[in-house]
């Protein structure tokens, strides 16, 4: 038995340094493509960035377009499975609540990425270093603004929306302890369903954000784009993890009843 726990140790320290060795490998691969391609990247680089800068606004309303017409589109089709739901009889019933869920998360989902494109691209207009790029940012601050006011809305009516389909959730969208009180309004199906999600989203974006930070390094090493995203991807990762291990060991107490 011990023989076999110290082969089974002495594995999992063999795939970790393969593992390693394979990182090592495909980093040193991708640092020599970028220093080979080095000269191209940049000026690709400098292009996209100089042309989104100068078009901040006009993507900024497109996507303000495109915000409040998916919201709308998603609004109305999640309305309309819950007025079917009113109507029809109890054996549609999962077929329209799988309906109404598919709509209202794409609702979800589209207008949160639209909030975070809409920043980024915001992003671009930065630095200021002439007047009339000065004149195309304040211009911009109105669609940046009217995106953002569309996706906030959009996100307070789905909640409004399904609290009319389900009377039994509790919490306002726009209060700060809306997700507690929301959690605990859930019956233990929901909240399995939730507990889950989150662990595959902690496990993915654990991954996701160290290799992020690993872009991050040579990016800052092949075309000196600053320390800030190396810098707030290593605090996003520790905090993340910090969060994990101190509300894992709270729970562990609860769990023990110490």
């Known amino acids: 038995m011990r023989e076999k ?7 999992s320290y063999l795939k970790m340094i393969l593992f390693m060795c394979l990182g090592g490998a495909i980093g040193a691969i ?40 998916m919201s709308l589109v998603c609004y109305r089709q999640a309305e309309r499975y819950i007025r079917r739901m009113d109507e029809e009889d109890d054996s549609l019933m999962e077929e329209l609540d799988r309906g109404y869920e598919l709509w209202s998360s794409a609702g979800m989902i589209v207008t949160s990425i639209f909030m975070c494109l809409s920043m980024v691209i915001f992003a671009f207009g ?72 989150s662990y595959k989203t902690f496990t993915m974006m654990k991954t996701f954000l160290m290799i992020l930070l690993v872009i991050a390094m040579m990016g800052q090493l092949s075309f000196g784009t600053g320390m800030a995203a190396v810098v707030l991807l290593a605090v996003a990762n520790i905090v993340m993890l910090s969060v994990y291990s101190v509300y894992s060991l709270r729970f562990q107490k609860l769990k023990f009843g110490e």
């Open 126 to 197: 930065f630095p200021v270093e002439e007047k009339d790029a000065a004149y195309r940012l304040l211009w911009s601050v109105v669609p940046f603004l009217a995106t953002i006011l569309a996706c906030v809305v959009y996100q307070i009516a789905a909640v409004k929306q399904l609290r009319r389909k389900d009377p039994s959730k509790k919490g306002d969208a726009a209060d700060l302890h809306f997700e507690k009180e929301w959690i605990e309004s859930c019956d233990e199906a929901e909240r399995m369903v939730v507990y889950k999600s």
């Open 5 to 11: 726990k110290a082969e089974k140790k002495m594995n």
């Open 30 to 69: 991708l640092g020599g493509s970028l220093i080979f391609w080095e000269d191209g990247m940049d000026g690709f680089l400098q292009a996209a960035s100089g042309w989104i800068g100068r078009n901040v606004t006009a993507i900024l309303w497109v996507f303000t377009a495109a915000t409040a017409v």
